[in-house]
T-cell receptor
Framework: AQSVTQLGSHVSVSEGALVLLRCNYS??????LFWYVQYPNQGLQLLLK??????LVKGINGFEAEFKKSETSFHLTKPSAHMSDAAEYFC????????????FGSGTRLSIRP | NAGVTQTPKFQVLKTGQSMTLQCAQD?????MYWYRQDPGMGLRLIYY???????DKGEVPNGYNVSRLNKREFSLRLESAAPSQTSVYFC?????????????FGDGTRLSIL
């Protein structure tokens, strides 16, 4: 069965600092992986996704993530945090099969210090 | 560019009342989903519909029913609301025939059960 673990329910960084949000997954078949962002009182928006091919995936707003099969990880990074990055971030996994479900992690709230 | 539209945006119910949450998408997507979001628990799948005419239970289906009215619309019904169902409810849709497509989310319905 699929599962997603996000390490750290709350991460705080200074403006301009590196952002690193951790995600580990469990899947019995090659996974498809997603990162979503949620701003207050809004729905989730897709940041980036990994399906096949290049393991370093670039997304919107300067974020990127690297798929590491050996570590079953898909960590999200951004070189320099901006105040507007403050939000909640969700990692999600979908199995490479005919199944239609996507399973979400519990989320990481990112705060940015001036 | 409506995407996924949820109604209502806010609702307060008394214990034991019934209610239907509405969701419609205009992207011609096959799959539709209902999630609930509670603090610290991420998004939990209530029900999903992989295609018109089919519905399946997710992680937390108890106390809910769904109807896939047509390809566009997927409603969620609470027959007898309980305080434990106080939550933010999100509808999502997903296109394509494979699992590598992301979901598109509505802005949510904030439901309080007194």
């Amino acid at each position: 069965a699929q599962s997603v673990t996000q390490l750290g329910s709350h991460v705080s960084v200074s403006e301009g600092a590196l952002v690193l949000l951790r995600c580990n997954y469990s899947s019995s078949v090659p996974p498809y992986l997603f990162w979503y962002v949620q701003y207050p009182n809004q729905g989730l928006q897709l940041l980036l996704k990994y399906t096949t091919g290049a393991t370093l995936v670039k997304g919107i707003n300067g974020f990127e993530a690297e798929f590491k099969k050996s570590e079953t990880s898909f960590h999200l990074t951004k070189p320099s945090a901006h105040m507007s990055d403050a939000a909640e971030y969700f990692c999600a996994v979908s199995e490479n099969s005919s199944a239609s479900k996507i399973i979400f992690g519990s989320g990481t709230r990112l705060s940015i210090r001036p | 560019n409506a995407g996924v539209t949820q109604t209502p945006k806010f609702q307060v119910l008394k214990t034991g009342q019934s209610m239907t949450l509405q969701c419609a998408q205009d992207m011609n997507h096959n799959s539709m989903y209902w999630y609930r979001q509670d603090p610290g628990m991420g998004l939990r799948l209530i029900y999903y519909s992989a295609s018109e005419g089919t519905t399946d239970k997710g992680e937390v289906p108890n106390g809910y029913n769904v109807s896939r009215l047509n390809k566009r619309e997927f409603s969620l019904r609470l027959e007898s609301a309980a305080p434990s169902q106080t939550s933010v409810y999100f509808c999502a849709s997903r296109g394509g025939d494979t699992s590598n497509q992301p979901q598109h989310f509505g802005d949510g319905t904030r439901l309080s059960i007194l």
